[in-house]
């Protein structure tokens, strides 16, 4: 690729690194950025190193936050005694946008996931289990993708806090696509699947 420019192919190679991202796109990203004003590239690189500078994980629910606390955690007009718990913090966007829940979140990381070495030690159980005994939490609601891997953290939540009868363990309800994603899921079906939230 000698007749590129290394600054150019290097930052086509950057953005095709990115989720979705082809190498035809990212070399419209970049022949495109080329074309703009000095200042408005200094803008973007300035978002990019305020990404990594100022967002950090909330200490509480783990969803992300540019506080020690979320604003969702801090809202004392929310129900601190149901946590629904999702596997990223894109669903708690995803979650909030439906506008049908009012608790609190916990977000684990990750889902278990054995043959890409994701154990329940791996995601943030441990963490749930301190909340949930620490809390007078009264339900736990399961919001995983409809995946094998959303399914078997499921079920791993389910067992660990079976032995604590006061909590009722649910999951939403398979109004989604199977395989499909909760980030992908429209509001009103999202809101639905909230709704028809079933028993475990
Ligand atoms: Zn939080």
Redesign the pocket.
């Known amino acids: 690729m000698k007749v590129i420019p290394p600054a150019i192919y290097n930052l086509i190679k950057e953005f095709n690194k990115l989720p979705g991202i082809g190498h035809k796109t990212s070399e419209r990203f970049v022949f495109y950025l080329l074309k703009q004003p000095a200042r408005e590239i200094e803008n973007l690189a300035q978002r990019l190193r305020e990404l990594k500078n100022s967002v950090k994980t909330?200490h509480?629910?783990f969803?992300y936050?540019e506080k020690a606390?979320?604003e969702?955690?801090q809202d004392i007009s929310r129900d601190h005694q149901i946590i629904c718990v999702v596997a990223e913090p894109r669903d708690v966007i995803s979650l909030e946008k439906t506008a049908q829940f009012n608790g609190i979140?916990h977000v684990l990381g990750g889902l278990i996931n054995h043959p890409e070495g994701i154990g329940p030690e791996q995601i943030r159980l441990a963490e749930l289990l301190k909340r949930v005994e620490k809390n007078n939490i009264k339900e736990i609601i399961i919001a995983t993708n409809p995946t094998m891997e959303g399914e078997a953290t499921a079920l791993h939540i389910a067992k660990l806090l079976a032995e604590k009868p006061l909590i009722k363990i649910t999951k939403i309800a398979r109004g989604l696509p199977i395989g499909g994603d909760i980030e992908f899921a429209d509001e009103v079906t999202l809101g639905n699947a909230l709704q028809a939230r079933q028993k475990m």
């Open positions: 909330c509480s629910c969803t936050t606390e979320c969702i955690c979140y």
